[in-house]
C-alpha cells in the first residue's frame, strides 16, 4: 500500500442534522453496499410509516406526525455506525479489491518477495553461522533468530497464496480468502515484532549485561513479557475486526463486488 495523505471522505449532508426522511436515509445508508441497503431501507420504512400512521391516529397533523416519525427513528448518526458494524461497507469491499489487485500485479508481488526472501536469507546466514560456531559469543543474541527466520518463510508463502488466488475470478468467497489471508498476516506480523524486540534489546544490551546482570535479566523479561502482552492484544483486537468482516461478507450478494476495472474510490 502506498503511504500518504488520503483524501477527506466527503460525509452526507455534510454532516447536517436530517430533516426529512430521505435526508435520514442518505447518512444510514451512505457506505453500505446495495445488498445492505436492500435490506435495511424497507425495514426503516416500515418503520417511518407506521409511527407516523400512529401519530396522525393521535391527532397529530401530517406535518406534525412526520417530524415526531422521524425523531422516533433517533440519531442518524449512530443508526449508522450500528448498520455499519452489521452489514458490509463500501470501503471494506474496496480495501480488499485492493488487496486481490496489487497480488495480481506482477511487478509489485516480486518486489515485495524480493525484500522477504532477503530478511530470509539474511536471518537464515546468521542462524547458520552461529549453528557452525562462528558466532558462539552471540549465542543468546541469535536465540530468537529461528522464529524470526520462520515468520519471514510464513510471509513468503503467504504472498505466493495470495498471488495464486488473486488469478481467479473475482467472487465473496475469494473476498473471504483474502480477509483471512490479512488475519494470518498480522498474527505473523505480531509474532515478527516480538522476536525483533528481543534481539534489538538483547543485541544492544548485551555487552553492558556483565556489569549489571540482575538489572539487565530484569529488564530484558520485563521488556519481553511488555512485548508479548502488547502483541497479543493487538493480534486478538484485529483477529475479532477480521472475523466481523468475514461473517459480513458471508452475508454479502456477488453483486457488492466492483467490477475488476472500477474505481477504487
Same mark, same amino acid.
Given at each position: ?9 466527503? /460525509? ?44 396522525? $391516529? ?11 416519525? /422521524? ?41 515485495? /518477495?524480493?525484500?522477504?526472501? %532477503? ?70 506480523? %505480531? ?25 539487565? $535479566? %530484569? ?47
Amino acid at each position: 500500500m502506498i503511504l500518504g495523505q488520503k483524501p477527506p471522505i466527503k /460525509l452526507p449532508l455534510n454532516g447536517r442534522k436530517p430533516q426529512t426522511i430521505s435526508e435520514w436515509l442518505e447518512v444510514v445508508m451512505w457506505n453500505l453496499v446495495p445488498s445492505a441497503q436492500a435490506r435495511v431501507r424497507p425495514e426503516i420504512e416500515a418503520h417511518y410509516a407506521e409511527a407516523a400512521q400512529m401519530h396522525l $391516529s393521535r391527532g397529530a397533523s401530517e406535518v406534525e406526525a412526520t417530524a415526531a416519525a /422521524l425523531t422516533d427513528l433517533g440519531d442518524a448518526q449512530a443508526a449508522a455506525k450500528r448498520f455499519r458494524q452489521e452489514y458490509l461497507t463500501t470501503l471494506e469491499i474496496n480495501d480488499l479489491r485492493k488487496q486481490i489487485t496489487d497480488s495480481r500485479n506482477t511487478h509489485l508481488a516480486i518486489s515485495h /518477495l524480493v525484500i522477504l526472501f %532477503c530478511g530470509f536469507f539474511t536471518s537464515l546466514m546468521s542462524l547458520v553461522g552461529w549453528a557452525f560456531g562462528f558466532l558462539a559469543n552471540m549465542q543468546q543474541f541469535y536465540f530468537f533468530t529461528g522464529p524470526l527466520l520462520l515468520t519471514y518463510l510464513a510471509f513468503v508463502l503467504l504472498d505466493l497464496v495470495a498471488i495464486v488466488l488473486a488469478r481467479r475470478k473475482p467472487t465473496m468467497r475469494l473476498a473471504r480468502q483474502f480477509s483471512l489471508l490479512g488475519t494470518i498476516r498480522r498474527l505473523n506480523v %505480531c509474532f515478527m515484532s516480538v522476536a525483533l524486540s528481543i534481539n534489538l534489546i538483547i543485541g544492544n544490551f548485551l555487552p553492558w549485561s556483565s556489569l549489571f546482570p540482575f538489572f539487565f $535479566s %530484569c529488564l530484558i523479561k520485563t521488556f519481553f513479557g511488555v512485548s508479548i502482552f502488547a502483541n497479543l492484544m493487538l493480534a486478538v483486537r484485529e483477529s475479532q475486526r477480521d472475523s466481523r468482516l468475514r461473517k459480513k461478507l458471508a452475508s454479502a450478494s456477488e453483486d457488492d463486488l466492483p467490477p475488476p476495472h472500477s474505481s477504487m474510490a
